[in-house]
């Protein structure tokens, strides 16, 4: 299963044209989550002292666990997620919070390295930016989240930048993107 994680807001998003387009490319049948519309929260007191019990207990019925079981079951997985204040949306890392159960999608050695359990081989990251993209707090964190913690081996970034800049032609850059879509 391809897993479509979609943190793109705009209705005329350009990371989500994009992602569409590697999406097609890899056989078009995915899974989307759009996170817009999942109604995430962020992990409070209560909810961190459930799902902290449930762990302990081995007990992963729970719907709260339901993301992190779909995430770690996918055997590819496309994020899409504009370049936002040198990072991405805070929707994507509300996702994250969400999805890093201990016991689904990584667990931990007796000396605290962790080990990830996730199927997938790889994550492909798609982003736009408004000026000069910088991957160290977007797609570099999910590339150390996805080496380090879930036992992904391969991630892959798919940029287009100066989209907003005077003088550059958006609609060109983001269809020379997806026309040198190499995956
Ligand atoms: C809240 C917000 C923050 C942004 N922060 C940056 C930024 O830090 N650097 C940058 O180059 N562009 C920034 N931009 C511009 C977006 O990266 C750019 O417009 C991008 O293509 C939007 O993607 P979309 O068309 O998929 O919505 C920001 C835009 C918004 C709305």
């Known amino acids: ?71 770690a079951a996918a055997d590819k997985i496309v994020i899409a997620a504009p370049f936002w204040d040198l990072s991405f949306p805070a929707l994507l890392k509300l996702y994250i919070e969400n999805i890093y159960a201990v016991g689904i999608v990584s667990e931990y050695e007796a000396d605290g390295t962790p080990h990830g359990l996730c199927k997938a081989s790889e994550i492909i990251y798609v982003t736009t930016a408004g000026g000069a993209y910088v991957p160290d707090y977007s797609f570099g964190y999910i590339k150390d989240l996805a080496e380090n913690c879930f036992g992904i081996p391969k991630t892959t970034l798919i940029k287009a930048q100066m989209l907003d800049v005077v003088g550059f032609d958006a609609e060109e850059i983001v269809a020379n993107t997806i026309e040198n879509i190499k995956i």
Request: charge should be positive; proline fraction near 3%; glycine fraction near 6%.
């Open 1 to 71: 299963m391809i897993l479509y994680i979609n943190a793109c807001v705009r209705e005329a998003s350009r990371t989500d044209k994009i992602a569409r387009a590697v999406l097609e490319k890899l056989g078009g049948e995915y899974t989307e989550v759009y996170l817009p519309r999942e109604n995430l929260k962020p992990l409070s007191e209560e909810k961190l002292n459930k799902r902290t019990g449930l762990i302990a207990r081995g007990d992963y019925s729970d719907d709260m666990f339901n993301y992190a079981k779909q995430f």
